[in-house]
């Protein structure tokens, strides 16, 4: 199983308002080709993750680098891994913006056990991404 790991920036195109609905249907694409992970964003910034089979990762991808509502992507890590840290999330969404309130958190993900523990330090990177854009994933609403 592939993981991906990156961070973009929105183009003015892309606002919080539209944000539900582009996660639904990538919501439901995910589901159809059994890709799980973590979309997170604060103040035009994003943090995804994303794992499944490597080809259905790796064109997702492809597609994510070419869509213009996205700039200055910036791919983190790149690694196999033989568990998912996701395995119940077609795509969590944590939404930490002025304009709309948190939709997950990650307190409120670990609770209900969406992620996997062994995960802890693709979870402390979307904490610390989130402190350094102004949100508080623990309770930041």
């Not at 499944?52 to 690694?79: M, N, Q, W, Y």
């Not at 033989?82 to 307190?107: K, S, V, Y």
Request: charge should be negative.
């Amino acid at each position: 199983m592939l993981r991906l790991i990156y961070t973009s920036h929105a183009r003015p195109a892309l606002s919080a308002a539209s944000l539900p609905a582009l996660v639904e249907h990538w919501r439901r694409h995910n589901a159809v080709h059994d890709i799980t992970g973590l979309l997170v964003h604060a103040h035009e910034a994003f943090l995804q993750i994303l794992e499944g089979p490597d080809a259905a990762v790796g064109e997702l991808f492809s597609e994510i680098r070419k869509d213009s509502r996205h700039t200055r992507l910036r791919l983190l890590c790149r690694e196999y891994a033989d568990e998912r840290i996701f395995p119940g999330w077609n795509m969590g969404l944590i939404c930490q913006t002025p304009e709309a309130a948190p939709q997950d958190d990650l307190a409120d993900m670990a609770d209900a056990g969406l992620f996997n523990p062994g995960g802890s330090q693709a979870m402390e990177l979307a904490r610390l991404f989130l402190a350094g854009h102004g949100g508080d994933a623990a309770g930041g609403r």
